[in-house]
């Protein structure tokens, strides 16, 4: 078992925490994977991710064509917390620690970073929930970041084994893929619906359209054209008042979701449609030219998985959580 430095003095976890381990693997890594603390064996052997944690990482690693030695792997705290028990001692623990892991940044500054679980999300995006940003891509500086879930906690939950495999495969080329633009118009004026609509709404092309509702109201539409321009039509504020000031204007704007939504050849595709549609109809709206369901899709072929639009971004398209463009305090709720 190493000891400690004499850095780690005055830490939380000087006296409790057991052994110390840095990272260790590639000197020039393709990535750099960082976890939450060394456990029983990382501490009694001195080195990150070799117990059953490790062996788990290293396969799914294999499963993603990544070979472990072309990787940089590391933690958060480089101690063992008593028990495992990590949150008593945060977050005082690791913003000691975080000299270590910057160092580690520093000797690195090509290798793009995966993030296994919370501690080590919260620890370098300064994010919490990672369910909510799994699969996502973010940038730092130079490079690209993507969390995944921790190897210790497919031992609880093995059907997002897969996801995982797909995270670190994508992670593994992060910077050969061209992340989506993004050209949303949420809250917008009257007149910018206009705009969008005469740009990108003509007849005989697909768009993509999920609802909010709070209750039993609709509480907005969103439309998107292609993977970066979308718009975002609010009929009720999440304080329960009404968006639109003007009666006129918001007459119109009906007209024009009326029009749309009727004419089939507009094509469709909706999330969790069933539901939408009969949201809509309840509402006035005739709804034609509905071709396909992705919740629908994506559940025939993963049945195992979540089918929320927040977790089919999360596979399909990445990019950072898009929900965070207008409600950031506010998490995800999965659909059941």
């Known amino acids: 078992m190493n000891a400690k430095p004499d850095t780690c003095g005055g830490c939380v976890l000087y006296e409790k925490g057991e052994g110390y381990v840095t990272g260790e693997g590639s000197p020039y890594p393709d990535l750099l994977v960082i976890g939450e603390a060394p456990g029983a064996n990382e501490a009694s052997q001195g080195r990150p991710f070799c117990g059953g944690a490790g062996r788990i990482l290293s396969a799914l690693l294999a499963a993603a064509g990544v070979n472990r030695n072309s990787c940089y792997v590391t933690n958060v705290l480089k101690c063992r917390p008593p028990?495992?028990?990590?949150?008593?001692?945060?977050?005082?623990?690791?913003?000691?620690?975080?000299?270590?892991?910057?160092?580690?940044?520093?000797?690195h500054p090509k290798a793009n970073i995966v993030l296994l679980g919370d501690v080590a999300l919260q620890s370098v995006l300064s994010m919490k929930s990672i369910m909510k940003h799994r699969g996502c891509v973010y940038e730092l500086g130079q490079r690209r970041v993507m969390p995944t879930i921790h190897p210790a906690a497919l031992m609880r939950d093995p059907k997002m084994w897969n996801v995982v495999v797909s995270d670190l495969?994508?992670?593994?080329?992060?910077?050969?893929?061209?992340?989506?633009?993004?050209?949303?118009?949420?809250?917008?004026?009257?007149?910018?619906?206009?705009?969008?609509?005469?740009?990108?709404?003509?007849?005989?092309?697909?768009?993509?359209?999920d609802?909010?509702?709070?209750?039993?109201?609709?509480?907005?539409?969103?439309?998107?054209?292609?993977?970066?321009?979308?718009?975002?039509?609010?009929?009720?504020?999440?304080?329960?008042?009404?968006?639109?000031?003007?009666?006129?204007?918001?007459?119109?704007?009906?007209?024009?979701?009326?029009?749309?939504?009727?004419?089939?050849?507009?094509?469709?595709?909706?999330?969790?449609?069933?539901?939408?549609?009969?949201?809509?109809?309840?509402?006035g709206f005739v709804v034609n030219g509905?071709?396909?369901?992705?919740?629908?899709?994506h559940h025939l072929v993963y049945s195992e998985l979540k089918h929320s639009l927040a977790f089919l971004h999360s596979v399909y398209v990445r990019g950072s959580y898009y929900k965070d463009m207008f409600h950031a305090e506010k998490d995800e709720v999965e659909e059941s």
Request: charge should be negative; aromatic fraction near 14%; include cysteine.
């Open 83 to 107: 028990g495992n028990h990590i949150t008593p001692y945060l977050p005082a623990a690791a913003v000691h620690c975080r000299q270590y892991l910057d160092r580690e940044l520093t000797e």
């Open 169 to 209: 495969s994508y992670a593994r080329t992060m910077w050969n893929h061209k992340l989506p633009e993004r050209r949303f118009v949420i809250e917008p004026t009257f007149g910018q619906i206009g705009t969008w609509f005469q740009e990108h709404v003509h007849p005989d092309k697909t768009y993509f359209i």
């Open 211 to 283: 609802i909010e509702t709070i209750g039993q109201s609709l509480a907005c539409i969103g439309i998107a054209a292609n993977e970066s321009d979308a718009l975002c039509i609010p009929i009720w504020r999440r304080d329960g008042s009404f968006y639109w000031q003007d009666g006129n204007e918001a007459l119109a704007v009906v007209e024009l979701w009326n029009k749309f939504f009727a004419d089939e050849r507009y094509k469709k595709v909706m999330q969790n449609g069933v539901f939408d549609t009969s949201v809509l109809e309840g509402f």
């Open 290 to 297: 509905w071709i396909a369901d992705t919740m629908l899709m």
